[in-house]
Nanobody
Framework: EVQLVESGGGLVQAGGSLRLSCAGSGFTFECYAIAWFRQAPGKEREGVSC????????YYADSVKGRFTISRDGAKNTVYLQLNNLKPEDTAVYYCNARHVLAQNIYWGQGTQVTVSS
């Protein structure tokens, strides 16, 4: 069974930090690029960051550049998103997405809530 499970969300004050985890199972994790998206109430889902399956190349949306860091642990089939210097506008449900680099397989996690109070 394919699973993509996020964890690590919570309530934090502005300026605080959280580390989100995205754990994959049931598929060849190393063949998938992993991305984090977020969706705030009343807004469209937006891409936050991604990391390649091969050389570890990363991408960040301008809104999080310099504050968020994505990393990958192949031994644990897990991708992390470190969220630092959080702002109230970072409040959203954060979703993990796995996309096969050669095929059309795409998986989504169930999401984890991040709430930043001012």
């Amino acid at each position: 069974e394919v699973q993509l499970v996020e964890s690590g969300g919570g309530l934090v004050q502005a300026g605080g930090s959280l580390r989100l985890s995205c754990a994959g199972s049931g598929f060849t994790f190393e063949c998938y690029a992993i991305a984090w998206f977020r969706q705030a109430p009343g807004k469209e889902r937006e891409g936050v960051s991604c990391i390649s399956s091969s050389d570890g190349s990363t991408y960040y949306a301008d809104s999080v550049k310099g504050r968020f860091t994505i990393s990958r642990d192949g031994a644990k089939n897990t991708v992390y998103l470190q969220l630092n210097n959080l702002k109230p506008e970072d409040t959203a449900v954060y979703y993990c997405n796995a996309r096969h680099v050669l095929a059309q397989n795409i998986y989504w996690g169930q999401g984890t809530q991040v709430t930043v109070s001012s």
